[in-house]
């Protein structure tokens, strides 16, 4: 990794930890933490979006002091090669194109956080997610079932308003900016 | 939360990938146990390992705070909703495996949370930067951990800025959430923007530091480490792969 995508990664990892801050603000029911990870996996590549995502998740466990979200690390990894690939075939440089691919990229995150959630924590997570699950279970829903409809009606609607997000970031680059990216280049 | 509380504990003077090493085997063990007193006795080594720290109080109670939402919805997710067949609690019907469940479930967290709190607050990220520096641990890797900690109260404060210019042009934060999130654009976009266009002017700073160079850095400061504590580091490691072997010889079972 170049000089260059080291600090590429820095920033993308403080992007996935500072936009929460935004969307706690805003009172939002998603997390757009991997923002960042789409971002840097756009602009430079698969390995440094793994990377982003990986010390992304030790340093939100680091400062949150919840340490036991660590498995969850896989869902970035599978989030930053998703991006990466969405970035070669041009699908952000179209809110068109990005939304359908944030809703894949959603499916694809659920399809690993759910067995997670469900087997390591029991479907006890995040807040949000756990209350979604916990009304599915009150309503008579199976505890998997419950835990897979709650991760991925958060997880689609989550990705899908990062890559528009990205995507957006991505077309508003001056000129200039946008050059010194071979990987934007049409 | 919990950071860096400086002390004389052997796990103070210990080399921090020991801590570490301690740590991610609380992690690791804590997901290849499964039975209520297995997990429960990991609990107790967490709280022994705080215990040996000198941190114990400090770890214990921000752990308190962390797990007990968790608890919180284990109870009802799985101590009310759960499976027959049902006993009473004083008011409550509950899960007879809903609680063994929660029960497994809880511990782990509450083990995992509050073994990394111990070395959060007994490895001084210093001394953990020199460690890695002496072990050649290239100098990105040591970078991105430590660096990252140094951006992100820069990257906050910037936030909040916006946020504040933008609520003075006129941006409303209230309203449905489509009006909520209408707003997101104008918030991330200049602090991103604004970041992306710094990445070359940090580039140069760090170059003219010589953070290109791939020579092996020497370490100022190396913490010391010994046959004994290497030995104690692939001890754990061969437990965490008794403890995973245990669990899947008992699934086939």
Redesign the interface.
């Known amino acids: ?4 995508d ?6 993308g ?3 996935n ?3 929460g ?3 706690a ?5 998603v997390y757009l933490d991997s ?1 960042g990870t789409i ?1 840097v996996a756009a602009l430079i590549g698969p390995r440094a979006a793994i ?1 982003v995502g990986l ?1 992304s998740q ?2 939100n ?8 979200w ?2 969850f690390a896989v869902v970035q990894i599978i989030v930053a090669l998703y991006a990466a690939a969405a970035a070669r075939l041009g699908l952000f440089r179209r809110l068109s194109t990005a939304i359908p691919a944030g809703i894949g990229m959603g499916f694809l995150a659920a399809a690993c956080s759910a067995p997670i959630s469900y087997f ?5 997570t995040a ?1 949000g997610v ?1 209350v979604v ?2 009304l599915l ?2 309503v008579g829903a199976p ?1 998997g079932i419950a835990v897979a409809s709650a991760s991925f009606a958060t997880d689609l609607l989550d990705k899908a ?1 990062a890559c528009a ?1 990205v995507s ?2 991505l077309r ?3 000129r200039t ?1 946008a050059a ?1 990216f071979p990987a934007l280049a049409p | ?2 950071g860096y509380l400086p002390g004389h504990s052997p796990l103070h003077r210990a080399h921090p990938y020991t801590t570490l090493a301690m ?1 991610g085997a609380l ?1 690791l063990g804590a ?1 290849a146990l499964t039975q209520p007193l297995e997990v429960w006795l990991l609990v107790l080594a967490a709280a022994t390992f705080a215990a040996v720290g000198g941190v114990l109080r400090a770890s214990a109670r ?2 308190l705070v ?1 797990s007990l ?2 608890w919180a ?2 109870f ?3 101590g009310m ?1 759960g499976a027959e067949p049902r006993m009473m609690a004083g008011p409550f019907a509950l899960s007879v495996p809903g609680i063994a ?2 029960l497994v ?1 809880g511990g ?2 509450t083990a ?2 509050l ?3 111990t070395a ?1 607050a007994t490895v001084s990220p210093h001394r953990l930067v020199e460690a890695m520096t002496a072990g050649g641990v290239p100098f ?1 890797r040591t ?3 430590a ?3 140094t ?2 109260p820069r ?2 404060e910037r ?1 909040a800025q916006i ?1 504040e210019a933008q609520q003075c042009r006129g941006l409303r ?1 209230g309203g449905s ?1 489509f009006a ?2 209408r ?3 104008p ?3 200049p ?3 604004g ?3 710094e ?2 002017e ?2 140069l700073a ?2 003219a530091r010589g ?2 160079s791939t020579a092996r850095r020497t370490a100022l400061d190396p913490p010391p480490d010994s046959r004994a504590q290497r030995a104690l580091r692939g001890a754990l490691l061969i437990l965490v792969a008794v403890a995973y072997a245990w669990k899947f010889w008992r699934m086939r079972g």
Do not use: E, K
């Not at chain 1, 466990?61 to 036991?68: E, H, K, L, M, Y």
């Open positions: 990794m170049t000089l260059r080291l600090v590429l990664v820095r920033l990892v403080a992007v930890l500072v936009i801050q935004i969307v603000a805003l009172l939002l029911p923002v971002l990377t010390v030790v340093l466990a680091v400062i949150s002091g919840n340490f036991s660590l498995p390591l924590f029991g479907g006890v807040g756990t699950t916990t279970r009150a505890l308003i997000l957006v970031l508003s680059l001056p900016l010194r | 939360m919990i740590a992690l997901f921000t752990a962390l939402p968790i919805l284990l009802v997710l799985h909703l469940r929660a479930l782990r967290v995992i949370v073994g990394f709190l959060l990105g970078f991105l951990l660096s990252t900690l951006v992100l990257m906050r936030a946020l934060l959430p909520r999130l707003a997101l654009g918030l991330a976009l602090l991103v923007l970041a992306l266009a990445v070359d940090q580039v760090l170059d953070a290109a």
